[in-house]
């Protein structure tokens, strides 16, 4: 195994577990009896996400430096925009943030789409076929993709609404109304992907 293929598994691996532990950490927040308010999710998950998506950054450089395939424009706009979702909005604004139902959606769609999306990746590296995985990955974001959108663009208009400053307000605004060219062309973007991947399966 090439230390590229070993740094990719490993990196995969890492990234799959720790959505994985968001992803079981939201569930049992909901489905527990005692504590199934948005604003028990906050403070235990917050960190967590911020910190988790703060690593995805590194596949920005994956894909600009060939370590990946990856397209660079696409993998930019999807860390960059979550980038900006859970340090400008999500942890600036906890207040709107921790009330909304929108946020434990927010993560339920990100923390399932993105543990599959990982181990598959991981699976690759490691020369290991799962068809069911590779089925999940192309397939679950039809459903999870509108979900964690939807609920990004809520928030931020949470965040904008809540805002003192003007600026910053109108700078939330003007992210807003990017959601809806930038949500399209993502969304295009993977429906083309699950075509050509399924088809070569």
Known sequence: MT???TYL???NTLSSTLWLRILLGVTAALLS???PSPNNIYPHLEPQTRWTQTVAIAEILHAATG?????VLPTFIQIFTRCVQVWAVNYQY??????????PALL???SAADAVRYAYFGFLQAGIRVEVVKWLRYSLFVVLYPVGIGSEWWLMSKAAAATANPIGAGVFYFCLV???PGAF????YMLKQRRKALERG
């Open 3 to 5: 230390v590229k293929t």
């Open 9 to 11: 598994l490993l990196y």
């Open 33 to 35: 009896p005692t504590h």
């Open 67 to 71: 370590l990946t395939r990856a397209p």
């Open 94 to 103: 906890p207040e709107p943030t921790a009330s909304s139902p929108a946020y």
């Open 108 to 110: 339920l769609a990100w």
């Open 178 to 180: 990017l959601y809806v």
């Open 185 to 188: 062309m993502m969304y295009s």
